[in-house]
Nanobody
Framework: QVQLVESGGGLVQAGGSLRLSCAAS????????MGWFRQPLGKQREFVAA????????YYADFVKGRFTITRDNAKNTVYLQMNSLKPEDTAVYYC?????????????????WGQGTQVTVSS
């Protein structure tokens, strides 16, 4: 089992930045690809970004390309999502997830473990 805990969410004005963190604990001796998803209020959870276990490959949803960056520090068992140029439509609960597979990372079903989420609110 792997436990994931997100942090770093909050309230920010449009154009601002936030950095989300996701700390993993438990069975971290295995290799996991990591992803970030978000769920706006009343909408479905959607893919935001993902990173392969070694951090060599990254994937982004079109609506965050050029604004968000996903990175990881395997020594700290932590993955980050740097979010710049935030927009009100980025408001959502952001979830971190871990996948035993290292492909099809844009699909929710690929992931084995999920965090509880952290709220990001962007005011206009």
């Amino acid at each position: 089992q792997v436990q994931l805990v997100e942090s770093g969410g909050g309230l920010v004005q449009a154009g601002g930045s936030l950095r989300l963190s996701c700390a993993a604990s438990g069975r971290t001796d295995r290799n996991y690809a990591m992803g970030w998803f978000r769920q706006p209020l009343g909408k479905q959870r959607e893919f935001v970004a993902a990173i392969s276990w070694r951090g060599i490959r990254t994937y982004y949803a079109d609506f965050v390309k050029g604004r968000f960056t996903i990175t990881r520090d395997n020594a700290k068992n932590t993955v980050y999502l740097q979010m710049n140029s935030l927009k009100p439509e980025d408001t959502a609960v952001y979830y971190c997830a871990a996948a035993e597979l290292d492909y099809r990372l844009e699909y929710k079903g690929t992931y084995n473990y999920w965090g509880q989420g952290t709220q990001v609110t962007v005011s206009s």
